[in-house]
């Protein structure tokens, strides 16, 4: 899909846009510090789902980039307070439950048109992973927990900083995407422990209560 100057003033008037950056050497998910990383443009996360400023503390810098075969997503965390994490960690398979830990999240939606159907992928600073397909109705949200994306997750825990990478593969459910081409994107950091815990939105909410399934405040991804 390609588009004309015309759609794109159109796109950058509706809502915020991400960049993915094309990267001709395909990386490893655990590759954290690739230079191929420093063509990618960094997002701020910064906001909880209510639109409140959250502490530079609880921040994340997300870095996209893609390949013929792959996406790339890399949370670079501040960690100021102690980690909240499964020990030990199930890695073997999806790990359900895990928005009520430590993650970072990237929902996608590939279909421009139908961005209430949408794939959420999730991360954790110890190695687990969760994949679900979506589609959000006003009165329902059908979750296909069956889903397998094949995702691969890697993390690197430093003194005061947390890394976080996803490789999510192009398959039957994920297209393979054109240059040009946009799909509806939104990225979340959960961090902390309860009654304090933080829900951050790089589009926010807007909720009455910590939301994140709200299709249409998704920004534009653009593969590049």
């Not at 939301?211 to 991804?221: C, D, T, Y």
């Amino acid at each position: 899909m390609r588009l004309s100057p015309v759609r794109s003033m159109e796109m950058s008037q509706e809502k915020p846009i991400i960049e993915a950056c094309q990267t001709a050497p395909d990386l490893t998910v655990s590759d954290l510090k690739n230079p191929q990383w420093n063509r990618a443009e960094p997002v701020h996360i910064d906001r909880y789902w209510s639109g409140e400023v959250a502490p530079a503390g609880r921040h994340a810098e997300v870095r996209i980039l893609w390949s013929s075969r792959v996406l790339h997503v890399r949370f670079v965390c501040p960690q100021a307070e102690p980690l909240v994490v499964s020990v030990p960690p199930e890695i073997a398979r999806k790990a359900m439950g895990l928005w009520d830990r430590d993650v970072c999240e990237i929902f996608l939606a590939p279909d421009e048109a139908l961005v209430e159907r949408y794939f959420e992928f999730e991360a954790a600073p110890n190695g687990e992973w969760f994949d679900v397909a979506i589609h959000w109705t006003a009165e329902k949200r059908e979750s296909d927990w069956k889903f397998q994306s094949h995702m691969t997750t890697a993390a690197q825990i430093e003194k005061d900083r947390v890394t976080i990478a996803m490789r999510i593969p192009w398959n039957h459910s994920i297209h393979e995407p054109q240059t040009n081409e946009r799909w509806r994107v939104n990225l979340f950091r959960c961090v902390g422990s309860d009654p304090t815990r933080g829900y951050l939105a790089w589009q926010p909410t807007h909720t009455p209560e910590a939301n994140f399934h709200v299709p249409h405040v998704f920004g534009w991804l653009v593969f590049k």
